[in-house]
């Protein structure tokens, strides 16, 4: 069974930064295309950004493009989102997404709560 473990949330404030990590154990990391989504208050889950198995190819929200990066660890199987120029409206909880395509299967981290507040 695939567990993934969020960590690096916190309270930062607007114009900060955080980065968070997403722990990854139970299979083959590299089989997995591993995603960030984040959910606020009385909103939908969305996506937030996707790295490819083979870390060849990244995408992002419009929301978060040119000020958050996702990038992957294999050695470390690790799934990171490093979060710049943060906003107010960044606040959520972060969920870490891991997705095999051929078993057409996802797996879900707790979360980790962000908050961007002066």
């Known amino acids: 069974q695939v567990q993934l473990v969020e960590s690096g949330g916190g309270l930062v404030q607007p114009g900060g930064s955080l980065r968070l990590s997403c722990a990854f154990s139970g299979f083959t990391f590299s089989y997995y295309d591993m995603s960030w989504y984040r959910q606020a208050p009385g909103k939908e889950r969305e996506l937030v950004a996707t790295i490819t198995s083979a870390g060849g190819s990244t995408n992002y929200a419009d929301s978060v493009w040119g000020r958050f990066t996702i990038s992957r660890d294999n050695a470390k199987t690790t799934v990171y989102l490093q979060m710049n120029s943060l906003k107010p409206e960044d606040t959520a909880i972060y969920y870490c997404?891991?997705?095999?395509?051929?078993?057409?299967?996802?797996?879900w981290g707790q979360g980790t709560q962000v908050t961007v507040s002066s």
């Open positions: 997404n891991a997705y095999r395509r051929s078993l057409g299967r996802h797996y």
